[in-house]
């Protein structure tokens, strides 16, 4: 939680601030870089987020690993954008290794 990063915090104020996830989720905008098997459990009960943007910087894989995820055909994002209701999303700053990225 918050009080996990009071020393960082401290350290980097006024840039940063420790927040719960439901603080987090209410920002202006939003950016989610999570574990892909991760994600549902992060981004599950928090409220639509009400046309605020929220900033996609996941990859399907599996660290370490690096296994791409089964996406059953769909995009990403597209699974993604189901996990944040209400949500105009941003993708952003992917790292995929070149061979995961020849078949597209």
């Known amino acids: 939680g918050p009080a996990s990063l009071a020393v960082l915090e401290t350290e980097l104020k006024p840039f940063i601030k420790a927040g719960t996830l439901?603080?987090?989720?209410?920002?202006?905008?939003?950016?989610?870089?999570?574990?892909?098997?991760?994600?549902?459990?992060?981004?599950?009960?928090?409220?639509d987020y009400g046309g605020r943007i929220v900033i996609d910087a996941n990859n399907p894989i599996e660290a370490p690993l690096f296994k791409p995820a089964e996406l059953?055909?769909?995009?990403?994002?597209?699974?993604f954008a189901d996990l944040v209701p209400g949500a105009r999303v941003?993708?952003?700053f992917n790292h995929l290794q070149p061979h995961l990225l020849s078949g597209d």
Request: hydrophobic residues 50%; glycine residues 6%.
């Open 22 to 47: 439901e603080e987090a989720a209410s920002a202006d905008i939003v950016l989610v870089a999570v574990n892909w098997s991760k994600l549902p459990k992060a981004l599950a009960g928090l409220p």
């Open 72 to 79: 059953n055909g769909r995009l990403s994002t597209e699974i």
């Open 90 to 92: 941003v993708k952003a």
